[in-house]
């Protein structure tokens, strides 16, 4: 397949830039940031979002949903990242509903429908330490007589504090360290036991850690086969990462467009600094990049959409996204002088959103290692 969109997906392209630009500047989420919004993101928003259909494009029509598919989420995920649009769409639209989708059943189906609509917020509880690896999961899931108990913590679930319902991987048998023995399970919001603990990060958006302290539910809270979910969990996550790495993309064009603006604006010596030949090589160097990484990012949404194992191509457009969001954003920074350091200016918060996705769900690092495995090395 070429690697361009399509009449329908340029249009989505155009729609998603022009409602960001005007519903979703930076300025709103300074304004969320600077009133501690307890929310994270505007209400109104994520309906107007619903509205549009954007909570939906995973979700085939007959599910309720607009069936566009991962490069039309990565379109819309591309667009938020160039405003740094705040709202449960990567937690809820992209990630927990990808999740459901790989597994079978009414409970899922009529959760996914309701999370295609926008009308529930979904999110997945995975990590339990500040460093990804699922199949290390330690919190338990025993079977009682109703169902299960769940006893464990999660941390870094994105918009955790105001999920209606969380998907949580737990252990139903075997040892931490075993990709074997995991199970899925929902979880309603104020279930007894359930403890939600707000983090507001770095990138001014709110997380949570979770912690299950004898949290009872019942069989039917169960996704999929008793201790196969990761497998499914797994390829949904690798569909998520792609989109992950959309909204890198965005925040990378975004402050490379922010620089060269600049770069033609600000003198020196009487000189516009954009003359100087070392700062035309560098953002040479940054715009190839980026370029680069819209190939790779495209290519896996594609593949995504296609059915086909994105594995590798999972691995390869985040990394790649996560290297490059982080040499635009540096080179925003410097290349912004002293002002790039102040809070005043807005390229500072593309740096932080930045590194806060370049860490979810597996860093430069993680998927460069898993990149290698998965081409033989």
């Known amino acids: 397949m070429a690697l361009v969109l399509n009449e329908e997906q340029q249009l989505l392209k155009e729609s998603a830039e022009g409602f960001f630009a005007e519903k979703a500047p930076v300025s709103q989420l300074r304004q969320l940031r600077d009133d501690k919004s307890e929310q994270g993101f ?56 990808s999740a459901l989708s790989g597994f079978e059943g009414d409970a899922a189906e009529t959760l996914a429908a309701s999370v295609a609509a926008g009308e529930t917020v979904a999110t997945l509880a995975l990590d339990e330490t500040s460093k990804h ?55 309603d919001r104020g279930t007894s036991g359930l403890i939600v603990d707000r983090t507001s990060m770095a990138d001014s958006r709110n997380w949570a850690k979770i912690t299950f302290e004898n949290v009872s539910v019942s069989a039917d809270n169960l996704l999929g086969t008793e201790g196969e979910g990761w497998k499914t969990l797994e390829l949904a996550i690798d569909k998520a990462r792609l989109v992950i790495a959309a909204e890198l993309l965005g925040i990378s064009q975004e402050a490379y467009r922010t620089t060269m603006e ?14 100087f030949q070392a700062l035309q090589h560098r953002a040479a160097h940054l715009y190839s990049e980026i370029e680069v990484t819209r190939s790779a ?4 949404l594609q593949v995504a959409d296609e059915g086909q194992n994105v ?42 959103r930045a590194r806060v996705l370049q860490h979810l769900y597996g ?3 993680f998927h460069s290692d898993r990149f290698a495995s998965l081409s033989g090395y």
């Open 133 to 187: 690896a699922p199949e290390k999961t330690a919190m338990k899931a025993v079977k009682s007589d109703s169902g299960y108990v769940l006893n464990g913590m999660k941390t870094f679930v994105p918009d955790g504090h105001v999920a209606d319902k969380i998907i949580v991987l737990a252990r139903t048998s075997e040892e931490a360290g075993n990709p074997m023995g995991l199970s899925v399970f929902v979880v």
């Open 311 to 352: 594995a590798w191509f999972a691995s390869l457009a985040k990394a790649k996204a996560s290297k490059t969001a982080e040499l635009a954003t540096n080179e925003a920074i410097q290349m912004h002088g002293g002002i790039g350091m102040t809070d005043e200016y807005d390229i500072g918060l593309y740096i932080k």
């Open 297 to 300: 990012v495209l290519k896996g």
């Open 42 to 97: 505007a209400p109104e928003l994520w309906q107007e979002m619903a509205e549009m259909g954007f909570t939906g494009l995973l979700a085939d029509e007959d599910m309720g949903g607009t069936g566009f598919g991962y490069v039309g989420a990565g379109i819309v995920a591309e667009a938020m990242g160039t405003t740094l649009a705040a709202s449960p769409f990567l937690s809820s639209s992209v990630i927990a509903l």
């Open 363 to 365: 860093d430069f690092n």
């Open 262 to 275: 600049y770069l033609k604006e600000r003198k020196q010596f009487d000189t516009i600094i954009g003359s």
